[in-house]
């Protein structure tokens, strides 16, 4: 009964802030998220990254580990990826995003927070970091099929990860008022997050369904096996083990259709909000799961 009580008190307040705001952008359609999207990623993650880094006493080379178990992630998934879209004959580009690139900011980040506490967001937040960086670069080349060092320069993320490894690298205690600053806009940045999820699942709509379905499978289904491979693979246990295995089971990332209607064609674009909104909404039958054997085996 304890772990079933456990599992509400994780997935409660993420689902229902998400429902909040699918209720707020069926009532107001034209609400532009822009404003919480442009806020979250040049203030709110940094400060996530920064503060759980600076502030969870995990190892400097915990982090690393899990930053290169991410990047080795989506270089496997993204081998996988590219058969399916050869198969399927689509354009194995720019439809590739969606597939090797979870939503374990907006979903994954608070789901590790209630369920693992401060080391949970620690963790999960360095594999979000990876995950933001590959938007910013890889993302971007595959929508556009040009490179361009303009948006990783201009992407904070990657100097919040710099800052907070040296700190804890070196051992730097940070001052409480930096401390305060850190996790009063992380912790309002995730309430903004789930709740632009929300109004995002309201506005977008399902263009190609087939597909959509074909792309939700890899994602929601083979991606959490493939996660819970690498914590075999790679001998994980407790927290470790638990937010690995979560966070490669979230659904398709939100950015990546924000990203492709700056960048591709409205017919990729189009595609691509079909398989966010599919797999975030076939994600709430999973996670669920995914999230009981986390905490019943990795808890």
Known sequence: ?????????????VFLVVGIGYWYGKKDPKFDTKFITTLAGNIGLPCII???LTTSNVEFFVFLRFLYYTFLYVVLFAILGILILKILKKDVYRLLPPLILPNSGNMGLPICLFAYGKTGLAIGAAITSVIVILHFSLNILLASRKFSYKPLINCTSVYALIVSLFLVYFGIPIPGFLENTTFLISYSTIFLVLMSLGIALANLRIFSLKE??????TRIIIGPLIGFAFVNFFNLSGIEAGVMFIQTSMPSAVLTYLIARMYSPKNISDNIASTVVVSTFFSFITVPIVVFFALKYFG
């Open 1 to 13: 009964m304890d772990l079933y009580i456990k599992l509400f008190e994780v997935l409660f307040p």
């Open 212 to 217: 959509s379905l074909i792309f939700t499978f």
């Open 50 to 52: 920064f503060y759980s």
